[in-house]
């Protein structure tokens, strides 16, 4: 659900720079905000508890290592890389969240919007 979220984010912004784009050089490092960054951290990598007793139990310790780092520098990547394509592709009109305001009010939006409230119905439990 997650990825399909993503594609519908991607493909709308695709569209929307098509439509009417002109280029604008982002900050790396936003002075005003920067600070909300770490909570956004946190928040990103919460699960590492879950993941570290896991440790214990593996039989090649080196390599899981490895495995630990590969998937936090992979979702390092695509946390980036997704919201840089998204403050490109919207610029400063990112002030809410995405999928309830940018998006247009077209089926596949409202089919994600649905998913998503079913996906907190069940895993509100864990």
Same mark, same amino acid.
């Given at each position: ?16 720079i098509e ?10 490092i936003d002075?005003?905000? @920067? ?15 879950l993941i ?71 895993? @509100?439990?864990?």
């Open positions: 659900m997650i990825v399909l979220t993503v594609i519908v984010c991607i493909v709308y912004g695709i569209l929307h439509g009417d784009f002109h280029p604008k050089i982002v900050p790396v002075t005003t905000t @920067y600070t909300d960054a770490i909570g956004f951290s946190v928040y990103a990598y919460e699960g590492i508890g570290l007793p896991v440790r214990e139990i593996v039989q090649n310790d080196k390599d899981y290592r490895k495995i630990v780092q590969a998937v936090i520098l992979t979702c390092a990547i695509l946390y980036i890389s997704f919201g840089y394509f998204c403050i490109i592709a919207w610029e400063e009109d990112i002030n809410s969240p995405l999928i309830t305001d940018q998006l247009p009010k077209t089926w596949d939006v409202w089919v994600i919007k649905i998913l998503f409230a079913i996906n907190l119905v069940f895993s @509100y439990p864990l």
